[in-house]
């Protein structure tokens, strides 16, 4: 126990994501930054491109890369809580889920 709560370890959840207890409270986070995850997927969901939010937004910090791999960590938890369900009877894989 650390400060009366448990301690826990950090978890690499990918080759950029993390969730460490000792930044930004566990919440996932890319690498060796502070910048959370959901703040990048916000950034996505408002339509921003990936480059701004790579070279202007996050100031280099982050790789294109990156983004990538959290709107797909995203993704795969998305299905994962409302499963294949969510799809459309007769919508092709490459289609959008929610078109």
């Not at 690498?31 to 339509?47: F, H």
């Not at 790789?63 to 995203?74: F, T």
Request: glycine share 8%.
């Amino acid at each position: 126990m650390k400060n009366g709560r448990h301690a826990t370890e950090r978890i690499e959840l990918s080759e950029h994501i993390v969730a460490d207890p000792d930044i930004c409270h566990g919440k996932p986070t890319f690498k060796g930054t502070r910048i959370m995850v959901w703040q990048v997927l916000e950034d996505v969901a408002q339509g921003r491109s990936w480059d701004f939010i790579c070279n202007r937004r996050w100031g280099g910090r982050i790789p294109l890369s990156a983004i990538a791999e959290a709107v797909r960590l995203a993704q795969a938890a998305w299905l994962e809580r409302y499963g294949l369900a969510a799809r459309r009877p007769g919508r092709k894989r490459s289609e959008p889920a929610l078109a």
